[in-house]
């Protein structure tokens, strides 16, 4: 009984795809069938004739087999099989973090009434980016004087963290005042390519800054990048109250900040005062289309506003059945050669008789 099932659903299956296609294919089988048909209507004709023949109904029926197997090769049967496919949408997420001298002022908080550096708060900020996006790609860059990923994209996310610890503001030497779109370059090219490697990924920006725009020069709109990205927020980090900027000293090891030496103002020779903007960090969260979150001491990128926009963009899977046609053609090739085996043998028995 499950053998009869199996034959039943092998049968239920079976479908005609001629390879050289419909047209072409049909006619070549209808024109093989004829000719079997004609095989076997010549015989019988001749058999009943006065002069009768030579050749034997069996022999008739094994060319008019040749040609009916012939005719099913070139309508190429196959078997139709249904496959399931499973589509995965990932999630990239790119960070800017700023490192100009700024983030060094020590007037942010971070969850607690703990007062730290903008460039700390940053580090924690990004560690709880990417826990919020547990399934997702990363990809870190830095900037201030110029823009540079550091990170190109990657899952490990550990690797994010580890990148936030080496983080370090730029020193006062090179600084050439606070410009919110140096990383917009960087930030196109990135994200273009992304987009073009991955068009059916999820890209979610984040920029952490204090939102300071100290430079002669006119800001730039971040809104050129809605094309290739999906969500964007802006992170502010500071306080409006704002606090001085330390001096920071070429290198790499050790302190580089200078105790007890300030950046002093070109205006009023007095210790310049730094302060976080909310307006230019809001305006930018409305040019990417996304939304502003402050990081304070009552606010972190854990919180419930920083769960529901990271939620909305986990992994999703999706299935798609196909259906395709494999070709059987290989039982018709051993009845064909099984047919021309027997064909020469009689041949062959037949040319030794009339020797």
């Known amino acids: 009984m499950e053998v009869a099932s199996m034959t039943l659903a092998w049968w239920n299956t079976l479908v005609f795809a001629p390879a050289l296609g419909w047209p072409l294919g049909g006619a070549l089988a209808a024109c093989m069938v004829g000719l079997a048909v004609f095989a076997l209507v010549l015989h019988a004709r001749r058999a009943r004739s006065a002069q009768g023949t030579d050749e034997t109904w069996p022999t008739a029926v094994r060319r ?37 001298g700024s983030m060094a002022v020590s007037d942010a908080s971070y969850g607690s009434a703990d007062v730290m550096t903008r460039l700390d708060a940053a580090r924690k900020a990004v560690k709880d980016i990417t826990d919020s996006y547990p399934d997702a790609s990363f990809s870190a860059m830095r900037f201030g004087a110029s823009a540079s990923t550091d990170v190109p994209l990657t899952p490990d996310a550990p690797a994010i963290g580890n990148w936030a610890d080496t983080l370090q503001p730029e020193s006062t030497s090179v600084s050439a005042g606070s410009s919110l779109d140096a990383p917009l370059d960087q930030l196109m090219l990135g994200l273009k390519a992304m987009r073009q490697a991955h068009p059916d990924d999820a890209i979610i920006v984040y920029i952490v800054t204090d939102g300071e725009q100290t430079s002669a020069a006119s800001r730039r ?61 809001k305006d ?40 395709r046609v494999n070709p059987v053609v290989w039982p018709l090739a051993i009845v064909m050669v099984v047919l021309l085996a027997w064909e020469i043998g009689s041949w062959i028995v037949v040319s030794r008789r009339l020797i």
């Open 284 to 323: 930018i969260a409305d040019e990417l289309g996304g939304a502003y979150l402050p990081a304070d001491a009552t606010h972190t990128l854990r919180d419930e506003a920083s769960s529901k926009v990271s939620s909305a963009w986990q992994v999703s899977e999706g299935t798609k059945q196909r259906t």
């Open 221 to 281: 709109s971040f809104s050129t990048l809605r094309r290739y990205i999906d969500d964007g927020f802006t992170v502010g980090v500071g306080s409006s109250k704002g606090g001085r900027i330390p001096v920071i000293r070429d290198g790499t090891s050790g302190s580089r900040i200078q105790s007890g030496q300030w950046v002093q103002d070109p205006d009023t020779g007095q210790p310049g005062i730094s302060r976080m903007n909310v307006r230019n960090l």
């Open 64 to 100: 008019a087999l040749l040609c009916m197997t012939l005719a099913l090769a070139v309508l190429t049967p196959g078997i139709e099989t249904t496959t399931t496919s499973r589509a995965v949408n990932a999630t990239d997420v790119v960070i800017a973090v700023d490192v100009t």
